[in-house]
């Protein structure tokens, strides 16, 4: 039996209780939108560096002028990166940087011949939506190397 006293006690211990189990809910969701964006230019990072092995300087001569933008260009894998964006993803946001780390002795360095190295960097800006959490935009980057092929 409740005493007189005590009549209305359990509004204020719900009112914290839901303020708590909302917190965890919305930071969960947060932390998982932060996790799909690392998941998602990780792919990029990939599917850039993939698009650019396959599209080194002696692509044309290889495959009889049938593949579309042969000995691609820096800023031709940065395009092509940026356009694969989708979801809650700007390709504005994205920040594509292609550098080609090494070369066997008889190639010159710096170059996308076949048998150098082409690593593509992604870079996207990630702000957490909740107010607790930090306030300054996260940088998720990921980086992937590959050998060019063609």
């Not at 359990?10 to 009112?15: F, G, I, R």
């Not at 998602?40 to 080194?56: I, K, M, N, P, T």
């Not at 692509?59 to 579309?68: G, H, I, R, V, W």
């Amino acid at each position: 039996m409740m005493r007189h006293s005590e009549r209305g006690s359990t509004l204020p211990e719900m009112a914290i209780a839901a303020v708590a189990v909302m917190l965890l809910i919305f930071g969960v969701i947060d932390f998982g939108r932060a996790m799909y964006t690392y998941g998602f230019v990780s792919d990029l990072a990939r599917e850039g560096a993939r698009w650019a092995v396959v599209r080194g300087s002696t692509s044309c001569t290889n495959s009889n002028n049938e593949l579309a933008d042969c000995n691609a260009t820096e800023a031709e894998v940065q395009t092509y990166v940026q356009s694969l964006s989708e979801g809650a993803t700007l390709a504005s946001g994205f920040t594509v940087t292609v550098t080609y780390p090494t070369c066997p002795p008889d190639i010159a360095s710096g170059s996308n011949a076949p048998g150098c190295t082409v690593a593509v960097q992604v870079t996207y800006p990630f702000k957490f939506i909740m107010g607790l959490l930090p306030k300054e935009q996260l940088n998720i980057s990921s980086t992937s190397t590959m050998v060019i092929s063609q």
